[in-house]
């Protein structure tokens, strides 16, 4: 049985402030200015540059049809921990990406984990 108290609510609202500081640090790091200078020495040309850059909020209408999808779960972290730990992992090819050999298809292996992190 689950307790709705006061302390119930304070340790979600730590969870949920501790969540939102490490999602927006690992947005500053990985996100924006980061992928724009490594797509370029990537070899990206300004079309991919400029899609690449587009990209997250081109998927970004998909979260209309996920929330309604997310409606039909009855506790949203069953809906949301498979998305989040996705997103988190989503990037870690991207860490490897310098060390492949050139021959590697390293723009395009870039490219799809923004697709999956968005």
Do not use: H
């Not at 400029?50 to 929330?67: E, K, V």
């Not at 492949?100 to 984990?113: A, D, E, K, V």
């Amino acid at each position: 049985m689950q307790r709705d108290d006061r302390l119930t609510r304070l340790q979600a609202l730590q969870t949920a402030n501790w969540d939102l500081a490490f999602a927006t640090a690992f947005a500053a790091l990985v996100g924006g200015n980061f992928q724009a200078a490594f797509a370029l020495e990537l070899g990206a040309d300004p079309f991919l540059y400029s899609f690449i850059l587009a990209l997250p909020a081109l998927l970004g209408i998909l979260q209309i049809p996920g929330s309604q999808l997310g409606e039909r779960f009855r506790s949203y972290k069953r809906f949301v921990g498979p998305g989040w730990l996705l997103w988190k992992l989503a990037f870690l090819p991207v860490v490897f990406l310098p060390l492949l050999p050139s021959s590697f298809p390293r723009l395009t292996t870039f490219i799809l984990c923004i697709a999956v992190s968005s």
